[in-house]
Structures are given as C-alpha cells and as structure tokens.
C-alpha cells in the first residue's frame, strides 16, 4: 500500500512540473501584430488568421508532434514597441522564428535579426528584403510590394485605348516605410513601358480627409491612381474623388483591398482594381476548406475575408519549414532558414501562388492576380506574372 501512494505522489508531482514549465517538446514562435495602430483596420484580422492556424496545426499533429506555442504582442505600429518586443521574444523567450508585420519595423530590425540568425516572416512585402546577400533571414508570403506595382502599371498599359498619348499615372502613398516600399520601382516600370508618371501624392499615417491631395492631381490629369496605404485611408480618398466627380480610375494596394473596401466606401469603392495576393475568404480553391471548416467550429458568427486568408497562408508556409527542420534535427534559426529555402513551387491550394524560395532570391512568387469591385463583390479581372529580373531583387 505505501508503495502505491510513492508511486502515486511520484506520477502527481511529475503532472505538477509539466503543468508549471513548458513541455520540453514546445516550440515557440514570436508574434509582433497591430492590433491598435494605424493599419490594425487590416492587422487584426491578419493576426487571427496566424492564430486560427497555429490552432488548427496544434489540432491536427503540430510539429511531428511537438506544439506550436505562439508569443504574440501588439504592436500599435510603433517601431520601438516592435523592436522591445523583438529583444525579449529573442532573449527572454527563446523563439526559434517570428511572424512580424509592419515595414518600418521589419526594415529596422533587419541587421538584428541577421546577427540573432532569428528567421523573421514579416508581412511586409517589401521588395527591400527579398536579397538574401543582404537580409538573409527575412521572408514573406507574396509578391513584392515592387512586382504588384509593376503588375498593376502593366494592366493600366493594357486597359489603355488612347494610343495619341501615354497613360498618366498618379502614385498616393503613405509618409512612412509601408508607403514609399514600392514608390521608386513604380517610377522606373514607368518609363519602362510608356507610362507617365505625372503626380505623387503622399499622405500622412492617419487622415481624415485627402481633397487637396486630389486637387493637386486633378490639375496634372491622371488617368490612373495607385493607393498605397491601408483600407480606411483607401476608403477617404475614394470617398473623396467621388465628391470632386474625379473619373481617374484607382487601383489599391493588397492592404487597400479586400472584401473591406467596398463595406467601408460604398459606391466610392465600385469599378476599382487592386492587387489581391491571397484570394479572397470564401474563393472555391482547395486550400479554402480547413479555413471554413476551422471558422465554422469555432467562431461560425463571424465573418473573414483576405487578409485573414494571409495570416494563414503564413502558418502554413512556416509550418512546414518548422517540419522539415525538426526532421533534419536543426530546429534552430539557421536550421529553419535552410529548411524555408528548401521550399519550392510549395503548394497552398491555391490560397496564394505556389512558394519557392532559394539561397539566393526570397521573391517567394512573383505572379499578381488583380481584382476589381463589380457590384460590391471582388471579381478577378486579370493576372500578371512579372519576370525574375535579377536587377530587381532587392528593389
């Protein structure tokens, strides 16, 4: 009998350890979201996306059996909120690999994150971080803020019927990192094809109103205007043209558009395009079903839409890299950047473009499906797949 309750008290107190320290099996993984900022209007749901799907991988097996434990702060799209969170999640934490999210912050971090060897998987496209020989552990899961530019300059050249003049363009962009990513390749892809640059437009991070910024390109005569900033600030530029009874046709950026966009701009926001990297909650692709079926298990009386497909299509791609790594017996931050630069043409059941990335080129993809609002829906209109240009990587 004694024996028995030494066995017992010996199997409670080992139940009690586990249940006060981490499994020796977890791996943790940092989070750095906006969920308060000035572009939380698409931060949050791109940060449930990456929760939802670290629960959906804990459910479904994890890491060949170890769980995902998700370290996950906001932000509030200050760069040093994001760098202090980055030093704790690095040395008070120990992750083996963040998930971040803004530009300013990513581009900020980038010589840290090389010296920690710490792969960061920000949801910044920014062509700036897509040279491994200078940002070696940044990846993402698009195209480049630079190649969707380019794609959307290349469907206004083919939207065109003109042919006595050049098409002009107008560029309103963000006064931050986010905003001017994609602003110089912009400038050089129009020249390149026959495009006139006649305005830029920048406007601050948070705005209520961007009627002398339309003024000022109503007098320069654009054609076209490309929106880099995020969904509200999208929405008051829109709302405003059509105030002034602008007809420029716009196009947004894939933080400018999504099923969001005509919900927040009405009929502001019909007949125009944007780039949309991740399909839109809902498209009939195969890769949608977990999505759903995860939704309407857990949280059936919301509601989704692009961005937090993004979120996903992050854990799936790290997921997998996580895997490989842990196969290879080098769950560590070099072990998990050679195991993300083994992936190639990975398949996302059409959620987004099939992943490759290599040691020497992050451009995960380089293919921009556009979009265009047609009777408040997001109705695909075109798709280009822009040339791996060895001159652009980086750009």
Request: glycine letters at 10%.
């Amino acid at each position: 009998m004694h024996s028995i309750r030494t066995a017992l008290f010996v199997l409670c107190a080992a139940a009690a350890v586990r249940a006060q320290a981490p499994a020796g099996g977890d791996i943790k993984v940092g989070g750095i979201f906006d969920l308060t900022g000035i572009t939380s209007d698409v931060g949050k749901p791109f940060a449930q996306g990456v929760r939802d799907g670290v629960s959906w991988t804990n459910e479904n097996g994890g890491i060949n059996g170890k769980m995902i434990r998700l370290v996950d702060v906001d932000y509030g799209y200050k760069i040093p909120e994001a760098v202090a969170a980055y030093k704790r999640m690095v040395g008070d934490d120990k992750v083996v690999m963040i998930n971040g999210w803004g530009t300013g912050d990513t581009e900020g971090l980038k010589a840290q994150v090389n010296q920690d060897k710490i792969p960061y998987l920000s949801a910044s496209f920014s062509g700036h971080l897509t040279d491994p020989s200078k940002t070696p552990y940044n990846f993402f899961v698009a195209p480049s803020y630079s190649d969707q530019l380019r794609a959307w300059l290349h469907w206004v050249k083919d939207d065109w019927k003109d042919k006595s003049r050049n098409a002009k363009v107008a560029f309103f962009y963000g006064d931050n990192a986010y905003g001017k990513a994609p602003i110089e390749a912009g400038r050089r892809y129009c020249k390149e094809i026959g495009i006139d640059l006649v305005d830029e437009e920048i406007v601050p991070g948070a705005f209520q109103d961007a009627t002398s910024q339309l003024l000022n390109m109503k007098q320069k005569g654009a054609d076209y205007a490309y929106i880099n900033v995020t969904t509200t600030g999208v929405s008051t530029i829109l709302r405003d043209a059509k105030k002034l009874g602008l007809a420029t046709k716009f196009g947004s950026n894939p933080y400018g558009f999504s099923e969001a966009l005509p919900q927040v701009a009405k009929e502001a926001a019909e007949g125009v395009t944007g780039v949309v990297p991740h399909v839109p909650w809902g498209e009939k692709v195969p890769g949608m079903k977990r999505l759903m079926d995860f939704h309407q298990k857990n949280h059936p009386a919301d509601t989704h839409d692009a961005l937090y497909v993004r979120g996903w299509t992050y854990v799936l791609v790290w997921t997998e890299a996580l895997k490989r790594a842990d196969k290879a017996k080098a769950l560590t931050g070099e072990g998990v950047k050679a195991a993300l630069e083994t992936l190639k043409n990975f398949d996302l059941g059409g959620l987004t473009e099939p992943v490759t990335y290599t040691a020497t080129d992050h451009r995960p993809s380089t293919k921009t499906p556009i979009y265009q609002v047609k009777g408040g829906k997001l109705v695909k209109v075109a798709e280009y797949d822009m040339p791996r240009k060895p001159e652009w990587l980086g750009l």
